[in-house]
């Protein structure tokens, strides 16, 4: 019997999302580069299942995540990215140092006096070059499970990277778990990616097993990359005629390319709605390719390269998701050969959620 791609209630009930929330909780996040805060006092703030989070560069170079919420009435904290010594609640002035204690609360300090307020914290890990957060106090470390990509992703020396640039985009109408889907397999190149990725990668990807904790998918460049004056000594022939995709579970896929990664995170907003953050990171600013291309380019031409890229697989997740609600709709195969990555997705899911509804179920 041939293994099936998710039933429709896995994209559409809101109990499955609910045991997929307590999932994030406790799973390792990627929020962006190191070099997206380069400079003491830059920070960021996301929403990871409606939890606020502000990532944050202490006075001392330590990156370090709070809950983005005030502890007097609760406000959200921080928006969007900037950089400061304290960060100050809009509402009443509450304002926190880079360690998460209170500093000032105006017109208040006899009252709050003596009770080291301060803002929850949560883990950081840095692997290679990427930030990520984990809200869970007692999960394990990261790197351990990613001891394999580490070493396939060695002679790129990602940690060197020096340029990197991320946004958070608007939430697209489809499960976060279709749009991680179509971030892993190439198969849809030829007919959703016809002008950005088609051209660039259009060979036969071969789909290697991943741990459970990620997958992998290697595509071949059509025009292999020449060697290049500052090229790291371990980058083989084959390295320069290669891309490869990584599903970092749950949310995260990496598309490493001889001098570039392109990369995006999900946050899911509810169960048929997903924003994400969209990064890239290149070995140097001069470097900037597009996927799979032989040819540096412009940061204009790069970024409207991956609204494009971004905007054809959205349109395509929103119609798989207006699909999957048609009475007659049944989950098909999943193309082994095309589609591994799925397949090990699955298989991710079903371990870390008991009773997750698979295909079977629909049959």
Request: glycine share 6%; aromatic share 10%; net charge negative.
């Amino acid at each position: 019997m041939s293994v099936q791609v998710l039933p429709p209630r896995a994209y559409l009930d809101t109990s499955v999302f609910a045991r997929e929330r307590e999932l994030f909780m406790r799973e390792w996040i990627c929020v962006g580069r190191e070099t997206d805060l380069a400079q003491p006092g830059a920070y960021f703030a996301l929403t990871v299942m409606a939890q606020p989070v502000v990532v944050w560069r202490d006075q001392q170079g330590r990156l370090r995540a709070f809950e983005n919420v005030c502890r007097h009435r609760m406000a959200v904290i921080a928006d969007g990215c900037g950089v400061s010594k304290y960060l100050r609640c809009p509402y009443h002035g509450w304002t926190y140092t880079d360690d998460g204690k209170l500093r000032a609360a105006p017109q208040a300090d006899s009252y709050i006096a003596g009770q080291h307020i301060r803002l929850p914290e949560y883990r950081v890990e840095i692997w290679c070059g990427f930030i990520f957060v984990n809200l869970d106090p007692h999960a394990d470390p990261l790197a351990p499970r990613l001891t394999q990509v580490e070493k396939i992703l060695a002679p790129y020396q990602a940690p060197t990277f020096e340029f990197s640039a991320r946004e958070i985009a608007a939430p697209v109408n489809a499960n976060w778990k279709l749009m991680l889907e179509v971030g892993l397999e190439s198969y849809h190149f030829p007919y959703v990616h016809k002008s950005t990725l088609a051209a660039n990668l259009g060979g036969a990807p071969n789909s290697p097993e991943g741990n459970g904790s990620w997958t992998v998918s290697v595509e071949p460049r059509t025009r292999p990359l020449e060697p290049q004056a500052g090229h790291p000594p371990g980058l083989s022939k084959e390295h320069r005629a290669t891309t490869y995709t990584f599903g970092i579970f749950p949310c995260t896929v990496f598309n490493v390319d001889v001098d570039n990664i392109v990369w995006f995170t999900l946050l899911p907003v509810t169960e048929s709605q997903t924003a994400s953050i969209f990064g890239t990171a290149a070995r140097t600013p001069e470097l900037i390719r597009i996927l799979g291309d032989d040819q540096p380019t412009s940061r204009e031409n790069y970024f409207e390269w991956g609204a494009r890229l971004g905007a054809e697989d959205n349109a395509i997740c929103e119609r798989v998701q207006a699909g999957i609600r048609a009475r007659g709709a049944r989950p098909g195969p999943i193309i082994r050969s095309k589609e591994n990555c799925l397949y090990e997705f699955q298989n991710y899911l079903r371990a870390q959620i008991p009773e997750y509804p698979l295909a079977k179920e629909e049959e």
